[in-house]
């Protein structure tokens, strides 16, 4: 299930931030900010939530799993249109 970017506007920013930092993690090659300072950090998160306004990412809760994460929304769209092949 997608969440409005909406809805994440009603979350505490700090909620949003450390979700978009866990996003950020999965898309280093060492899984951490080392290289980062909280500039360059700061920045990303911004373009993070930039990408979240115009929909080029999207928050997908797993109601299997339960569990919420951010995905580039080609990524949703390729796997949902996997999941309706497999039915």
């Known amino acids: 299930m997608l969440i409005p970017y909406q809805s994440l506007l ?3 920013s700090e ?3 450390n979700l978009i930092k866990e996003f950020l993690f999965t898309q280093t090659e060492d899984g951490s ?3 980062l300072d909280d500039q360059a950090l700061a920045r990303a998160i ?3 939530r930039q990408a979240l306004a115009r929909n080029e990412l999207v928050v997908e ?3 299997e ?3 919420i994460a951010i995905r580039h929304k080609q990524e949703t769209l390729t796997q949902q249109g996997q999941d309706d092949r497999s039915c």
Do not use: R
């Open 10 to 12: 009603q979350l505490p």
């Open 15 to 17: 909620t949003l931030d």
């Open 33 to 35: 900010f080392a290289s």
């Open 46 to 48: 911004a373009q993070c």
């Open 61 to 63: 809760y797993s109601e």
């Open 65 to 67: 799993d339960e569990s």
